[in-house]
């Protein structure tokens, strides 16, 4: 129903403004937040160009920017979406709106519209104006949630009222040419009509027949959560697994909207609850997507199957976990029977839980040492994938429940290492001080030092050199801590380096040292502190 509807809408992109609902994608990754990216002409007519004002909520700090903005210019958008994860988990509006646009577009992760309405809708409610209006276009186009017409017109009127011109426009356009479900019913029709008895004839004489807008009336009655029409099919014998196009039962529909009452009539009435649609989900699956922790135990109760996979693989515990809902991981894991079971590479629901879930969903599915400490195929621990995250609140947990720091994965990198590569400074200096071997290098060579220094981690740098670590350790191409300031241009760091002892006549494979590096880089600051080679 709400595909079609979003069809609907899609019809009136010819209208003015209307194209915007479909499309909605004027988010930071196509506007100004990639920095250094030249703009096109569609993007420089983007309704976000206009005069805006200023957005609720404080801003990421100079080097946290500055480090995301380097990382898009690069096209490293897997970094940057990491970069941004950890600022969007503690709050920050302007963090949780750029991260909506990774996961609506696609750069440097899977589109993933559930994700970034999560995100964007987080960034909104911290009063983000452009979110509010990319919120207001996402209820519209039913991307990553269902159609609401009446939500996105509440969220255009927020942003509008913070002076955003572009949801000024939109919500003028609505006015002049509604949304389907907005535009007014003709005098004699009946408004917002209550649930009645159904009169469909072929009711009485054949009830599997029964039909209502084009469908059974079963699944139409399901579709709006109407109890009366639903009793009365049931009683006068309709089936009640009947299914629609996609192969959706009414309890499929019913576990899909959260409505429990509609659920529990149709188990009573002999609703198959491990009947699967035309992706392979069942009803309890379905809830577990969308956090129905009432549904899913009431399912479990019955007897539904908690470890059913789709035709992909999902299962209704790795639903629950890619959205972090923690009372329907609670439910699934008390009543289900054994372990939870891995990817086929080896992957847990703790690994994936540890990458972006909070600290309670961690603290449900980290139930002992073998769990917490299990590698899978690329050798990668939850505690892995929460350093690589930066998700500093499921990482200490994990310590605190002994997850071993020395593991390292298939590429030589134990989580702190990560965590520097990643440029995380809180995860980082977390693992190093409850002791994360400071001396350990990747399979490259790069010691904690090169890459708190190639990070720009000026704090990390001082925490390792207080720990002797050889400060003229080189990777594999020669290059020491050091050269890699000069690399960076990171003066700040170059002279703490310089004066805890650092060799600056060292060469690398190229024979250059720091102050060739630096004259090359063109870095002045940095070469003005190294005396020239001789």
Same mark, same amino acid.
């Given at each position: 129903m709400?595909q079609?509807l979003?069809?609907?809408i ?9 194209a ?6 004027d ?5 100004n +937040?990639? &920095?250094?990216?030249p703009?096109? =002409?569609?993007q !420089? #007519?983007?309704?976000?160009e206009?005069?805006? @004002? %200023?957005? /609720?909520?404080?801003?990421l700090?100079t080097q946290?920017?500055h ?5 898009i ?10 970069l941004l ?7 920050? +509006?302007d &963090?949780?709106?750029?991260l909506a =646009?990774?996961? !609506? #577009?696609?750069?440097g992760?899977k589109p993933d @519209? %559930?994700l /970034?309405?999560?995100w964007?809708k ?8 452009k979110?509010q ?13 269902a159609?609401?017409?009446g939500?996105?017109q509440?969220?255009l009127?927020?942003?509008a009222?913070?002076?955003? #011109?572009?949801a000024?426009k939109?919500l003028?356009?609505i006015? /002049? ?9 003709p005098?004699?029709a009946e408004q917002n009509p209550?649930?009645r ?11 599997q ?18 109890i ?5 099919l049931i009683? /006068? ?7 629609n196009?996609?192969?959706n039962?009414a309890?499929?529909i019913?576990?899909?909207?959260g409505?429990?009452q509609l ?8 609703a198959d609850?491990?009947k ?6 069942t009803a ?11 549904i ?5 109760v019955?007897?539904a199957?908690?470890w059913?996979k789709?035709?992909s693989?999902a299962?209704?515990?790795s639903?629950?976990?890619e959205?972090?809902h ?6 699934l ?8 079971p ?6 847990t629901?703790?690994?994936e839980a ?5 600290e309670?969903?961690?603290e ?13 195929k690329?050798?990668?621990t939850?505690?892995?994938y929460?350093?690589?995250h930066g998700?500093l609140?499921?990482?200490?947990r ?9 593991i390292a ?14 440029r ?6 977390y ?5 994360a071997d400071p ?6 060579g790069?010691?904690?030092l090169?890459l ?8 990390l ?9 050889d ?7 020669g290059?020491?801590a050091?050269?890699m300031?000069a ?5 700040d760091?170059?002279?703490?380096l310089?004066t805890?002892?650092?060799?600056k006549?060292?060469r ?5 040292t720091a102050?060739d590096?630096a ?11 190294l005396?020239p080679?001789?």
């Amino acid at each position: 129903m709400n595909q079609e509807l979003g069809r609907r809408i899609a019809g009136a992109a010819s209208i003015a403004g209307f194209a915007i609902l479909v499309c909605a994608f004027d988010c930071s990754l196509a506007n100004n +937040a990639l &920095a250094g990216e030249p703009q096109s =002409s569609a993007q !420089r #007519s983007s309704p976000n160009e206009d005069t805006e @004002p %200023a957005e /609720a909520g404080a801003p990421l700090d100079t080097q946290g920017n500055h480090s995301i903005n380097e990382a898009i210019r690069l096209g490293r958008y897997d970094t940057a979406l990491k970069l941004l994860e950890p600022a969007a988990r503690a709050g920050n +509006a302007d &963090a949780q709106y750029r991260l909506a =646009s990774f996961y !609506r #577009s696609g750069l440097g992760t899977k589109p993933d @519209p %559930a994700l /970034a309405f999560r995100w964007m809708k987080s960034s909104a409610e911290a009063g983000h104006t452009k979110a509010q209006y990319n919120l207001a276009t996402m209820y519209l186009a039913a991307r990553g949630t269902a159609f609401d017409a009446g939500k996105a017109q509440e969220w255009l009127r927020k942003a509008a009222a913070a002076g955003y #011109s572009p949801a000024k426009k939109l919500l003028a356009d609505i006015a /002049a040419k509604p949304p389907p479900t907005l535009q007014k019913a003709p005098a004699t029709a009946e408004q917002n009509p209550p649930e009645r008895p159904l009169t469909n004839a072929a009711l009485k004489t054949e009830p599997q027949l029964a039909t209502r807008n084009g469908q059974p009336a079963l699944i139409d009655a399901a579709l709006r959560g109407q109890i009366i029409p639903l009793r009365q099919l049931i009683e /006068a014998g309709a089936d009640v697994n009947v299914t629609n196009a996609e192969g959706n039962t009414a309890l499929a529909i019913a576990a899909t909207a959260g409505k429990l009452q509609l659920a529990e009539l149709l188990l009573s009435a002999g609703a198959d609850l491990n009947k699967r649609n035309g992706l392979g989900e069942t009803a309890l699956l379905l809830a577990s997507r969308k956090g129905h922790a009432d549904i899913v135990k009431l399912l479990l109760v019955k007897g539904a199957d908690a470890w059913a996979k789709a035709n992909s693989g999902a299962t209704p515990l790795s639903v629950a976990v890619e959205n972090c809902h923690a009372d329907t991981i609670a439910s699934l894991l008390k009543h289900s029977v054994g372990a939870p079971p891995a990817r086929e590479d080896g992957t847990t629901p703790l690994m994936e839980a540890s990458a972006s879930c909070p600290e309670r969903v961690v603290e449900l599915l980290a139930t002992d040492q073998a769990t917490i400490n299990a590698a899978n195929k690329q050798r990668r621990t939850a505690l892995w994938y929460a350093a690589d995250h930066g998700n500093l609140a499921a990482l200490t947990r994990l310590v605190q429940k002994g997850a071993d720091l020395r593991i390292a994965d298939a590429d030589g990198l134990t989580p702190f290492l990560k965590a520097l590569e990643t440029r995380n400074t809180a995860t980082s200096q977390y693992l190093l001080e409850r002791g994360a071997d400071p001396k350990a290098a990747t399979s490259s060579g790069n010691t904690p030092l090169i890459l708190a220094t190639q990070g720009g981690m000026t704090e990390l740098v001082r925490l390792l050199l207080q720990r002797k670590v050889d400060i003229n350790a080189r990777n594999r191409n020669g290059v020491s801590a050091l050269m890699m300031a000069a690399y960076q241009g990171q003066a700040d760091i170059a002279q703490i380096l310089i004066t805890g002892g650092a060799d600056k006549s060292l060469r690398n494979k190229k024979r250059e040292t720091a102050a060739d590096i630096a004259a090359t880089s063109g870095n002045i600051e940095v070469s003005n502190l190294l005396e020239p080679s001789r």
